[in-house]
T-cell receptor, first 110, second 111 residues
Framework: TQLLEQSPQFLSIQEGENLTVYCNSSSVFSSLQWYRQEPGEGPVLLVTVVTGGEVKKLKRLTFQFGDARKDSSLHITAAQPGDTGLYLCAGGGYGNKLVFGAGTILRVKS | GAGVSQSPSNKVTEKGKDVELRCDPISGHTALYWYRQSLGQGLEFLIYFQGNSAPDKSGLPSDRFSAERTGGSVSTLTIQRTQQEDSAVYLC?????????FGPGTRLTVL
């Protein structure tokens, strides 16, 4: 069974601080996706990484896929209150079936 | 709207009753997924439909859970003889290529 472990589970920081969320597995994934979910809504895709060692930037967000395609990280620079939400990583496998991590609840205080 | 819609948004039921949850995917999307999300947790895969192929039911937790997809579009997730541990948010997603687009979910509460 493929499992994804996310850490930390909860993060509360001040506006302007930097943070990193980690997603680790003992399994290799064909792709790794990061989602953001707000209360009462479904997850929204932020990025997909498919190549080992790949780095993608989305404004203040930087996503990295490990060389062995078993782990990934999300780094946010100068966090803002609008970044508050649940961040989920998901590993892609057979038939586009996704394996989700348990999520990281991020709260950014102004 | 052009997104995935789900109904009802909230459902409260008594233990032992059956419930039906509906998902309307984005028009033209060939794949449809159901997930379950417990409070503040990640998503648990339930079932996957792709075109006319037999669905992947490997995530259904028990035989009380079933789903169908009519005409390659609308899907219904049915839970029979609901139990309190079935309380969760049930999310539906559809896709054409790799990106899955999620609906807002149905919050099911079993009393």
């Amino acid at each position: 069974t493929q499992l994804l472990e996310q850490s930390p589970q909860f993060l509360s920081i001040q506006e302007g601080e930097n943070l990193t969320v980690y997603c680790n597995s003992s399994s290799v994934f064909s792709s790794l996706q990061w989602y953001r979910q707000e209360p009462g809504e479904g997850p929204v895709l932020l990025v997909t990484v498919v190549t080992g060692g790949e780095v993608k930037k989305l404004k203040r967000l930087t996503f990295q896929f490990g060389d062995a395609r078993k782990d990934s990280s999300l780094h946010i620079t100068a966090a803002q209150p609008g970044d508050t939400g649940l961040y989920l990583c998901a590993g892609g496998g057979y038939g586009n079936k996704l394996v989700f991590g348990a999520g990281t609840i991020l709260r950014v205080k102004s | 709207g052009a997104g995935v819609s789900q109904s009802p948004s909230n459902k409260v039921t008594e233990k032992g009753k059956d419930v039906e949850l509906r998902c309307d995917p984005i028009s033209g999307h060939t794949a449809l997924y159901w997930y379950r999300q417990s409070l503040g947790q990640g998503l648990e895969f339930l079932i996957y439909f792709q075109g006319n192929s037999a669905p992947d039911k490997s995530g259904l937790p028990s035989d009380r859970f079933s789903a169908e997809r009519t005409g390659g579009s609308v899907s219904t997730l049915t839970i029979q003889r609901t139990q309190q541990e079935d309380s969760a948010v049930y999310l539906c997603a559809s896709s054409f290529y790799d990106e899955q687009f999620f609906g807002p979910g149905t919050r099911l509460t079993v009393l």
